[in-house]
């Protein structure tokens, strides 16, 4: 696992090098980029060793313009852990947003069982065979987004890309079926040296404060120390979600902010 200060970077180039992606080093900088998919804008990125210095965060965004020519996205990383980006005015004179997320850990021990009871409900890993499984995956992560044009190809390449990891015996996506329909969903992966990083934690917005992503928050971490020799699971999730509440319940405990920045949108 390639080292950074940041373990929610470290883990997201983790699951990109087991997906293919090339990571290159540059003097300063790390290039970060996904052939199979040029539209996934985190795994076609450039990530910096520390917060841009005052005055350069536009030779920053020209920098990602060299390495993704004609990219219509702009993705900068900064590696830390305390959410510093960089000068505001200056980003902001660089037409750059910051974006930062919660990562949290929980280390040792599996997740807390949930007390909730589900019944009805059947808490399984997908069938890496069975097509349809995969289908109502794609199906529940687009229940969770906007219709934007090409989302439904993104994600589609997307799953499929879990599902190599899946196949490849990297982890496993986990679905909570009910009456055989795919509700709640999440993955989780592992390179094998004692980290697993969770993936995509959705349920469906019919199904949803039903204890359901508990549930299979607790049943893949169990899988994840018993099966990927993982001693720390990682999950990442924005500030503002509730979903926060429900993995410090679980026993995760916030140990890091991971910062982005994105260009503003017009």
Known sequence: MLRTKSLGFRTDLMLLALQGSTITRQADFLVVTTPTNPDFHWGNFV???????????????????????GAPHLSIGVDGTDGAAGEPTDLAEAQLEVDRSIVLTRSEHAPIRPSRPTPGVTFRRLDVADDSDWAQAVALRRSNAADIPGYAEFTRQRVDAMRALQRAQHGSWFGAFLDGHMVSGLGIFSDGTGTARYQSVDTHPEFRRRGFAGALVHAAGRYAIDHLAATTLVIVADPDDSAIRLYRALGFTGTEIQTQLERVAP
Do not use: I, V
Not at 49 to 67: H, I, K, N
């Open 47 to 69: 990530l910096l060793d520390r917060p841009p210095a005052t005055g350069t965060a536009a030779s920053w965004a020209e920098q990602f313009g060299r390495s993704f020519p």
